[in-house]
């Protein structure tokens, strides 16, 4: 039912439209590539809705050119939120010295994200600037529009090419952000054909040189349901630097509500 | 260890013995955490005749420690973060806090805070005039940024409205002072060993608090009440052995407060304003009853991926009133901050905030710098400098004119 709740909201929208202006010509005329492009983009996204809320733990190793690590663990938290970005909360324990920052994201289709900042010394809750979602995650290559909810909303599509990519059968779909201060120009996304779930991405910065490569691997199905990567490896191109995002501890439908995303819930966070 | 109300942990160790016990099953282990810091100070200017005491180099270590358990789902918890200084030279200095033993319990529309703790308000950068709770450190900075643990209970509640916090404050912190090796500090030693009291009840006067919250789309408004001890005293000339010094008394005051902050993109724009009722002193050092505003307001505005990198660089003007002018007991009164931060968003999160407090009555300015770098997973670095600068010798910032200084603190995590 959920489901049908969220794809029933565009449809609305789009009558919404066409009462007011009886005479007017669509907006913005589709090419077949862009259908295509968007009915697999609809598709993931409706494999996926359902989960209801999960917690994981993520551990990021970050390897410089001259090949030193260094390492970062967070858990997570996210409420789905049907017709909108999901709720999330994020609690840093590594680095020691930023052990306790917790952050609290609402993250919106097309409006920009609510966030905020709790600063554990000085018990100190900071709603801070959306604007930055080009910025590095933590001073790794993942930057916080990465790893942030993936709305349909947030991109335009065109769908490219089937290709085999290590033997997985895959749509080749590019999508274009919406959002103005994203640091990208387009990505290209593989998505599995057989599972609709992405392999890999690759990222065009500002200037439409490739920048970034994402592959996922590991891939886990929870609840019959929704796959989730065990780890998710970034490599940039340009500087030579990488991220290795691992994932664990995985839990759906842990009864979370609303009430644990909230500004008080976000001091408590531990 | 300063001030502690015995009887109030004792109430606390019943109650958390009690829950405990009932719900073995699902503690969660407690951890213990720790930070030692090695700081180094040094004053490139030599102190003044008067206070030849003071050195023009210091060391000192602090620690803190803390114990963290949760069970029943976390909906219960347990904080203990007990913090001790140790310094070269300022036996003031050498200090010890609890800066937290509070026990939290949350119900299923309203939490619980009872023990120890420590509370922030506000949203501006230069100062934190709606800020009361808890009582300044003040030894440790002299940006009063430090806050000793305050004991409190705190029941929270957060609905559509808002939320809505109440507090009942028994047991009043004094301010910490710089002693006479201290450095920097005011002209005279401040005596807290006979620090005076408006209230007949002194130390054991109970405050109370209120503060309403809420936030709706890009506006978050805060509106605040304070009635009890104000957390800062009056400085009143007195003696101790016929030498002259300092000695703080604390009033009682009421005040309420505003914070608001309305973010874009990229504009944080903020402001905190203050009313406040209290004694203050006259022209011939007698107590009278004083009404004042303050406020300060501002923006922050970021460039984000500076040069083509990834760093950010912000912007941060705010200006600061007191509507008592010269008689204001803070040092702004018609101030302006203006400030850089630079965040390079690197594996090391490295950081810098150049901050200039300029007063633009008497053209005074106050410049300070702070930089940290993480130099290793366990290991941080941070420098500080600050200066006063074309200080007039009329003006309350006369006694640290020569007390610019450079701190480097050495962090190791546990």
């Known amino acids: ?270 | 260890m300063q001030t502690k109300p015995a009887s109030f942990l004792l109430a606390l160790f019943c109650a958390l013995s009690g829950s405990a016990s009932a719900a073995q099953d699902s503690w969660q282990d407690g951890e213990w955490t720790a930070e030692t810091t090695l700081q180094l100070r040094h004053f490139p200017h030599d102190p003044l005749p008067q206070n030849n005491l003071q050195h023009n180099n210091s060391a000192s270590l602090a620690m803190q420690l803390e114990y963290y358990a949760a069970w029943d789902n976390y909906d219960k918890s347990l904080t203990f973060t007990p913090f001790v200084r140790l310094d070269q030279h300022d036996e003031e200095r050498s200090h010890a806090d609890l800066r937290e033993f509070s026990y939290q319990q949350v119900f299923s529309s309203w939490e619980l805070r009872l023990g120890i703790s420590k509370v922030f308000w506000g949203v501006t950068e230069s100062q934190h005039l709606v800020d009361v709770i808890n009582q300044t450190d003040q030894v440790e900075n002299i940006d009063g940024e430090d806050k000793f643990g305050q004991p409190m209970i705190k029941a929270s509640m957060e609905r559509d409205w808002g939320i809505l916090d109440l507090f009942i404050l028994p047991g009043f912190r004094e301010r910490s002072f710089q002693g006479i090796e201290g450095r920097p500090r005011p002209l005279l030693v401040v005596d807290t060993d006979q620090a005076a009291y408006e209230s007949p009840d002194k130390q054991r006067h109970i405050d109370y608090a209120l503060r309403w919250f809420n936030y709706l789309g890009d506006i978050e408004i805060g509106l605040s009440y304070f009635n009890g001890t104000s957390r800062e005293p009056l400085l009143i000339p007195g003696s101790n052995n016929s030498s002259p010094v300092l000695i703080p008394y604390y009033p009682l005051m009421q005040q309420a407060g505003l914070d608001a902050q309305l973010t874009t993109a990229e504009w944080l724009w903020k402001l905190e304003l203050i009313a406040r009722d209290w004694q203050a002193l006259d022209n011939s050092a007698q107590l009278v009853d004083q009404r004042f505003v303050a406020l300060t307001g501002g923006f922050e505005y970021t460039f984000v991926g500076v040069a083509q990198s990834d760093a950010d660089l912000g912007l941060v003007a705010e200006y600061l009133y007191d509507d008592r002018n010269e008689e204001a007991t803070s040092f702004f009164q018609n101030d302006l901050l203006f400030g850089l931060r630079l965040a390079m968003n690197d594996a090391q999160s490295s950081e810098a905030l150049l901050g200039v407090i300029h007063d633009l009555d008497n053209q005074e300015f106050m410049l300070s710098l702070e930089a940290s770098r993480r130099f290793a997973h366990h290991w941080t670095a941070s420098l500080e400098i600050r200066s006063f600068n074309r200080v007039d010798n009329n003006s309350p910032l006369a006694a640290i004119a020569r007390d610019d200084f450079v701190q480097l603190d050495i962090t190791r995590y546990f």
């Open chain 1, 1 to 270: 039912m959920k489901i049908f709740t969220q794809l029933k909201q565009p449809l609305y929208s789009l009558l919404l439209i066409s009462t007011l202006l009886p005479f007017s010509t669509p907006i913005h005329a589709q090419t077949d590539a862009e259908a295509r492009g968007l009915e697999i983009a609809r598709e993931v996204d409706k494999r996926d809705t359902g989960f209801v809320d999960f917690t994981a733990s993520m551990k990021m190793e970050l390897k410089n050119q001259q090949g030193q690590t260094s390492v970062r663990e967070v858990r997570a938290q996210t409420l789905e939120v049907i017709g909108d970005g999901d709720k999330s909360l994020t609690i840093f324990d590594s680095p020691p010295d930023i052990r306790g920052t917790a952050s609290l994201t609402f993250s919106h289709a097309l409006q920009p994200d609510e966030q905020w900042l709790y600063l554990p010394a000085l018990k100190r809750v900071k709603r801070i600037s959306s604007k930055n979602k080009s910025g590095p995650f933590m001073g790794s290559e993942f930057a916080y529009e990465d790893i942030s909810s993936q709305e349909v909303e947030k991109y335009t599509y065109k769908y490219l090419r089937d290709e085999t990519l290590d033997g997985i059968d895959s749509f080749v779909v590019e999508r274009y952000p919406a959002y103005e201060h994203s640091g990208y120009t387009r990505q290209v996304v593989w998505i599995n054909k057989q599972e609709y779930r992405p392999e890999k991405i690759d990222f065009y910065d500002r200037k439409n040189t490739l920048l970034k490569t994402l592959n996922y691997s590991g891939y886990q199905q929870y609840l019959d349901k929704f796959w989730r990567p065990d780890v998710m490896h970034m490599v940039n191109h340009q500087t030579g630097k990488s991220t290795t995002l691992s994932w664990s501890d995985y839990q759906f439908k842990t009864g979370l509500t609303e009430r644990d995303f909230s500004r008080n819930s976000l001091k408590r966070a531990h």
